[in-house]
Structure formats: C-alpha cells, structure tokens
C-alpha cells in the first residue's frame, strides 16, 4: 500500500455495479462501481449483493495497491435511497423499484406506512397492483413491518441491519419487542455481536443508572459465560469473576454491591455455587452434571450378551477381511464390545488407527444389528464424510441429527448404535443435547485425539471420561500413518512423550 502522506477522509459517490469479492467471516468486500472504479472495505449490514445496481455514499480514503492499482477503501457505506425504499424493494415481497418510486412520489414516508397498516385497498389504484399481488405486499409488510420499526429505534444506538436482522430472528416475531428490549436491554446479549458492552450502552442510553443492581447482574451473568466458553472452563472463582465485572463496569473496590448482585443471582438459579466455592452458569453446570448421571447410569447397567463365543476365530476372520493384523489395543476395543459393553471410548493420537478401529467395532455389531441402526455423528460435516467414507457407515452432523429430532415425536435418536467422532471438539452444552436423546439400549462409543485442541466453548468431554473413568477406555499409541505426507503424526507423538525426534 502507498500510505506516503497522511490524508482526510473523504466522500465519494456512485452506482454499485458488482460484488467482485465478499469475505463471509471479516465481512471485507472488493466491489466495483459503475463508472469502473474499485472499491474495497467490510460492510456488516446485510449482504453487499443485495445493494447491486443501488446509488450509494461512501466515505473513506484513496489508496494505491501494488496489484489492483487505484481504489477507494471505505469506513462507512450507505444507501442514498430513502431507508423505506430499500426496505419496500429489499426486503418486502411484490414491490419493484418502479412501483416503489410511484409509491414514495405520491406519500410521504408515513402517509404510505399509515396506508399500508390500515387502507391498503387504495394501492389498487396504481398501474401494476393487482388483487393478487397486494395481497402478497400486505403479508409481507405485516410480517417484515417489525422488522423495519425495531431498526428504527435500535439504529439510533449504532446497531447495524445485519444485528437487527439477528435480532428479530431471535426473538421471531414477538409483539411488543421494542418495549421489552427497553425494559430490558441486556436481553440483547444473547445476540452474537453485541455482548455486554453494547446492550449497557443502550441501556445507559435508556437510563439505567451506572450502579443498579440489574445492570451489574446482566454484566455479572454476561462475563462468567464469557469466561467460561472463551477459556474452555466449567466455573471461575468468586475473585476471578469480580475482576472481570470490575473491567467491564469500570468499577472498583464494589464487593459489597457485587455481593448483594451474586446473592439475587444465586436466588435466581441463573449462576450454580459449585462445592468448591465457585460459580458457573447454571445451564453448563446442570448440562455437566446430567453428563455425569449418563455414564453413571450406562456404567451400572447390565451388560449385553457376548456378540460372539469365540471371539478368536472371530478376530482372525476379520483381519482376513480388513487385509490386516489388528494391534493388541484394537482387539481390546472389539473384544470390549464383544463383551457387551454398552459405552466405549476410543483415543488415540492421529494416524493410530482409529477410523479402522471404529469400522472393526461397527463392523462386530453389524452382526447383531442392521446395518441402517448404526449411525456416526461428526460436529463438522468434513469430519461427518470422513468418518462413512473410513468405515463405510453412514453419518451425519450432530446439528442435522438435532435437528431431525426437534422434527419428531420421539424421545430418543432411531439408532441402536451411534458413534460420535472428534469428541474433543464437542463443548459440554452440545455433548449433553446429543446424550439426552441417546437411548438406554443403545451401544454408545466415542472417539477422539486426547492430544486435539480442546472444544470451542466450555467443557472437556473426552479429557473428563478419560480423567474420571466413566467408560472403558481404549487406548491406540502404535502409529500407523507413515508415508512423508503423514510422517508428521510419528513427529507429533515423540513430541507429546517427550522424546525429541
């Protein structure tokens, strides 16, 4: 970049021709306007496609890059249209830009909204509404009106399109949404993208004094889940949780207000005081302990009747299959569930042979069981694909699977064996929902890289069954995976010995 003087921002005006690049996670955008000229920055309102062929003001500074040449990198990109405009085009179903600009030429912005809510007969009369079409502009108006009336207020408080639209997503279409969030705008919080800081914002705005006990509650709820699931853990410290409210609240030396805000807190049931005297969230921690009650439960359980008597002849007729000898470690995983048992963990660094030890469990179970009652659960739909493709089962996301399952009437997932792959990724919260729909009778096994990074979110699922025994747990060490591609994983494992390589 060519950044030799320091300059003013500047404006700069024009038809948005074309999107050329769009940045789904930074938002950054490479865009082209209609006289040709590049423009580039993040726009986090909406979808910059949805903005093609719309006169916009930008506002930002020239710049030259060694490779695209001149362009004007934007801080700030607005419609020049009138807000209702873009909401009757944009979002409202039925209304074209030629309809929308006879509307907008005829009424004001209130004379058309007062139409739309309570004589919208009266648009008949313009060339192009017909009956049929009305109605659908009528159904969509009444459904996305909110929507526009909840940008209004929030956006005086620098809320952008793509929060609200958030926003509205997450509450549906409650009646009286904009009267709730004023009584209380830390409900915001929930939201991804706003947080504490910008919920107390509006609510200092909406005179919520700076000390009141529900302003340090939201704050105090706001950063123990914060902490939790930013930090992977389960609870925090009294100390710990006070420091973070006194950085968030620019307080100090408050114990005594924080102590009375903790005690309503405690009341409330919102926050658990754990017997070690300190506190998490009360969904992570009953999400834990009912973790805790599912191994419990399957571990006292009688086990299944052997799946083969002569489990030998067995192993040597499947490693014929396989084209390979099993490690004593495999066999003790088969031989686990050979035995009947109705809960396994199987871990092992990458390239130990876990995927063909999981096909070979599957596998002795499909003796006993259809293939179309087992089923393997991935987080990621990469992990999901590799997993069938390895073992030749199917699988799914475990968010598709819940999915199905908010979908039906029944209580329990259809399977009769289930396989959850890469469980040190999965936080407590989400492995709890996947148990709580796992059948008593179902063969449970989980598997996953003790030596992965841990879950995004709270919760060490896999390090904790390990950790606490509360299943057999087989361990793969022998490394497998060693052309030079993957010779990387021999590396990984003398480095988590100890062993320099």
């Known amino acids: 970049m060519d950044t030799n003087s320091p300059q003013k921002e500047v404006n700069l005006t024009g038809t948005l021709q074309k999107v050329l690049y769009q940045n789904d996670e930074n938002k950054y955008c490479i865009a082209v306007l209609s ?12 979808n910059l496609k949805m903005l093609e062929g719309e006169e916009i003001l930008l506002t930002g500074l020239w710049e030259t890059h060694k490779k695209y040449g001149v362009q004007f990198a934007f801080t700030s990109l607005v ?8 909401f009757l085009t944009k979002i409202v179903k039925g209304v074209g830009k030629k309809v929308a600009k006879e509307l907008l030429k005829k009424y004001t912005e209130d004379e058309l909204c007062e139409i739309l809510d309570n004589r919208p007969s009266e648009l008949l009369t313009f060339a192009g509404i017909k009956e049929k079409k009305l109605t659908t502009i009528v159904t969509s108006w009444n459904k996305f009106k909110h929507l526009r009336e909840l940008g209004s207020f929030l956006g005086q408080y620098g809320v952008t399109s793509n929060l609200i639209t958030k926003i509205y997503q997450e509450f549906g279409e409650v009646e009286n949404l904009i009267e709730k ?18 919920a107390d914002e509006i609510g200092r705005a909406l005179g919520i004094e700076e000390h009141s006990t529900f302003r340090v509650g939201a704050c105090m709820s706001f950063v123990l889940k914060e902490y939790c699931d930013n930090n992977g853990n389960s609870s925090i410290s009294k100390d710990k949780l006070y420091a973070l409210c006194d950085d968030n609240l620019n307080f100090y030396n408050q114990e005594e207000l924080y102590e009375k805000v903790l005690t309503q807190i405690l009341a409330s049931k919102d926050i658990h005081q754990t017997k070690l005297d300190r506190y998490a969230p009360s969904m992570l921690y009953n999400a834990e302990k009912r973790i805790l009650e599912f191994f419990q439960i399957r571990a006292k359980a009688n086990p299944n009747r052997p799946i083969t008597s002569n489990f030998e002849d067995y192993i040597i007729k499947k490693e014929k299959s396989l084209g390979f000898i099993l490690s004593d470690e495999q066999k003790k995983a088969v031989e686990l569930i050979n035995d009947g048992a109705n809960t396994v963990a199987l871990v092992g660094y990458a390239g130990t042979g876990k995927s063909t030890s999981s096909r070979a469990l599957l596998e002795l179970l499909e003796e006993i069981i259809g293939f179309n009652d087992i089923k ?3 987080l990621s739909g990469i992990a999901s694909q590799r997993i069938s ?6 699988s799914a996301t475990i968010q598709s699977e819940l999915m199905k399952m908010q979908n039906s009437d029944k209580d329990y997932f259809p399977y009769k064996v289930i396989l959850i792959d890469e469980t040190s990724m999965i936080n407590s919260v989400t492995f709890y929902q996947v148990i709580s729909k796992v059948d008593p009778n179902c063969v449970f096994i989980i598997v996953g890289d003790d030596g992965q990074l841990p879950a995004i979110g709270a919760g060490d699922i896999l390090a904790d069954v390990i950790k606490f025994e509360l299943a057999p747990v ?23 010995k100890g062993e320099v390589p």
């Open 389 to 394: 493709d390895t073992t030749g089962y199917e």
């Open 35 to 46: 006289n040709g000229q590049k423009i580039c920055g993040a726009y986090f309102d909406t």
């Open 376 to 378: 393997c659960m991935a």
């Open 181 to 198: 969030i004023q009584k209380n705008p830390y409900l915001l919080i929930r939201i991804k993208g706003i947080g504490f800081k910008k």
């Open 79 to 86: 419609i020049k249209e009138a807000e209702l405009f873009f």
């Open 474 to 496: 087989c361990k793969l060490t022998k490394i497998y995976r060693q052309n030079e591609l993957q010779a990387i994983a021999t590396i990984a494992n003398d480095i988590r």
